[in-house]
C-alpha cells in the first residue's frame, strides 16, 4: 500500500505540483491523500483539482489556532494520513497537533536554517549579504521554522541578483529535495540524534 500524505497550502501549490509529478513519474513511492489549504486564495486549490486531487479549504480566519488544528486533524486521520507535508502553509501549529503526528510533519523553507527563518527569507539573505543560501526541509515542531532537519541544497547568490532571480533559483532546488525528504521520513531508514538525522535506522 502506497503511504498517504496530507499536504498543507496556503499559496501557489509549487511544491505541491513537483511533489505530485514526482509520485506521477514513479520517482516517489506515495500517494496524495488529502490536500488543505487554509485560505480560499491559494491558487495551490485549482492546481491540486485540475490534477484529480482531493482538495479542500479550511478556513483559518478569526480562529483560535487549536481549534483550527483540531479541525485539520479530525480531516487528515479520516484520510488516514500518515505523513503531513507543509508546502508554503503560512501557519504556526500547536502543540496539539505536532502530537498527533510526532515526527511526522515535515516542512519546506527557503534558507538554510538556520539562517533566516520566517517571512521574506530569500529578501533577509539578499540584505544579508551572504553568498549562499538555498532551502531546507525539517521536522516540524511548535516553534518557527525549527526542528531536526532531513535535507538541506545550497544555491549561490549571484550579484545580478533580485528577490525574485534568488527565490527561483532556490524553488528549483525546494522541488527536488521536497520529494527525497519525503522518500526518507516515509521509508523510515533514519535515525534522529539529537537534532541531526542520520542516515541508517
Ligand atoms: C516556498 O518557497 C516554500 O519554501 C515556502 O513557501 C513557498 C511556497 O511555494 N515555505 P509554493 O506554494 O510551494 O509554490
Not at 484529480?52 to 486533524?73: F, N, P, W
Not at 523553507?109 to 543560501?133: D, K
Amino acid at each position: 500500500m502506497k503511504k498517504r500524505l496530507g499536504i498543507l497550502i496556503s499559496g501557489r501549490g509549487s511544491n505541491l505540483e513537483a511533489i505530485a509529478d514526482n509520485i506521477d513519474a514513479g520517482r516517489l513511492e506515495a500517494q496524495i491523500a488529502l490536500v488543505i489549504a487554509n485560505t480560499p486564495r491559494a491558487a495551490g486549490l485549482e492546481r491540486a483539482r485540475a490534477r484529480g486531487l482531493k482538495a479542500e479549504c479550511i478556513r483559518s480566519r478569526a480562529m483560535e489556532r487549536e481549534d483550527y488544528d483540531r479541525l485539520l486533524v479530525e480531516r487528515l486521520r479520516a484520510e488516514r494520513v500518515e505523513l503531513v507535508c507543509l508546502a508554503g502553509f503560512m501557519r504556526l501549529l500547536s502543540a496539539y497537533f505536532v502530537e498527533q503526528f510526532p515526527q511526522r510533519i515535515l516542512n519546506i523553507h527557503p534558507s538554510l536554517l538556520p539562517a533566516f527563518p520566517g517571512l521574506e527569507a530569500q529578501r533577509q539573505a539578499l540584505e544579508h549579504g551572504v553568498r549562499f543560501s538555498g532551502c531546507t526541509v525539517h521536522f516540524v515542531d511548535e516553534r518557527l521554522d525549527a526542528g531536526p532537519i532531513v535535507a538541506q541544497a545550497a544555491v549561490p547568490v549571484l550579484d545580478g541578483d533580485d528577490e525574485a532571480a534568488l527565490a527561483a533559483r532556490i524553488l528549483a532546488q525546494e522541488h527536488r529535495i521536497y520529494s527525497e525528504a519525503i522518500a526518507l521520513a516515509l521509508g523510515g531508514d533514519y535515525r534522529i540524534e539529537g537534532r541531526r538525522v542520520l542516515r541508517g535506522g
